[in-house]
T-cell receptor
C-alpha cells in the first residue's frame, strides 16, 4: 500500500461544482502539501501545512481551500470548479526534521 | 529568491546513449538537492539526493554531484534504457521550502 494515498485518482466534474480531493498518509510526517502539475509549468504549490494548526498559502492558492483534519489527513477543495483548474494534483509529505518530500500518486481532475 | 532551473525538454535518446540533464540552483543558504523521477501515470519518486557540497548522489545507474562553485546538480547516466523514459525533476530544499524545476521529459527509443 502507498504511504501517501490520494482519492479520487480520477475525477471529471462540471464547471461550478464543488470538488474535494483527499489525502491520507501513514508515514507519520507532520508536514503536508498540495501541488498542481501542468505541462510545461512543472509543480506549483497550492497550500502547505506544517502541523494541524498551521496552514499556509502557496503560490497559487486562489480558488482553492484546504482542511487539515488530522496529522495524517489533508484535503483540498475547489469551491466552484473552473476549466483552467483541470490538472494533475499531488499531495506530498515531509518531516519537519527532514529534508525530503514524498509524493502521492496524483489525482487527475478534469473540469468541463 | 531561491529557485531551480533545469534543461528544457523533451529529450529523445537511443538506447545505450549517454544522458545529461542540466540543473542549476539559486539559494540564499546551503540547500539540499534532489532529483525526482515521474514515470508515466505515476507520482514523483525520489531518485537521488545530496545534502552538501561535493556530495554525489547515485541510484539506478544515475548520478549527480553537488557543485557549489557552479551552483549545479546535473543528472547523468552512462547508458540509458527504454525503461528510463520518464519526466525528471530537479529540486532544492532550503529555509523550510522545496523548490522544483519545470521537469525534463526523456524518451528512450530502442
Amino acid at each position: 500500500d502507498a504511504d501517501v494515498t490520494q482519492t479520487p485518482r480520477n475525477r471529471i466534474t462540471k464547471t461550478g461544482k464543488r470538488i474535494m480531493l483527499e489525502c491520507s498518509q501513514t508515514k507519520g510526517h507532520d508536514r503536508m502539501y498540495w501541488y498542481r502539475q501542468d505541462p510545461g509549468l512543472g509543480l506549483r504549490l497550492i497550500y502547505y501545512s506544517f502541523d494541524v494548526k498551521d496552514i499556509n498559502k502557496g503560490e497559487i492558492s486562489d480558488g482553492y481551500s484546504v482542511s487539515r483534519q488530522a496529522q495524517a489527513k489533508f484535503s483540498l477543495s475547489l469551491e466552484s470548479a473552473i476549466p483552467n483548474q483541470t490538472a494533475l494534483y499531488f499531495c506530498a509529505t515531509s518531516l519537519s526534521s527532514g529534508n525530503t518530500i514524498y509524493f502521492g500518486e496524483g489525482s487527475w481532475l478534469t473540469v468541463v | 529568491g531561491d529557485s531551480v532551473t533545469q534543461m528544457e525538454g523533451p529529450v529523445t535518446l537511443s538506447e545505450e546513449a549517454c544522458l545529461t540533464i542540466n540543473c542549476t540552483y539559486t539559494a540564499t543558504g546551503y540547500p539540499s538537492l534532489f532529483w525526482y523521477v515521474q514515470y508515466p501515470g505515476e507520482g514523483l519518486q525520489l531518485l537521488l539526493k545530496a545534502t552538501k557540497a561535493d556530495d554525489k548522489g547515485s541510484n539506478k545507474g544515475f548520478e549527480a554531484t553537488y557543485r557549489k562553485e557552479t551552483t549545479s546538480f546535473h543528472l547523468e547516466k552512462g547508458s540509458v534504457q527504454v525503461s528510463d523514459s520518464a519526466v525528471y525533476f530537479c529540486a532544492s530544499f532550503t529555509g523550510n521550502q522545496f523548490y522544483f524545476g519545470t521537469g525534463t521529459s526523456l524518451t528512450v527509443i530502442p
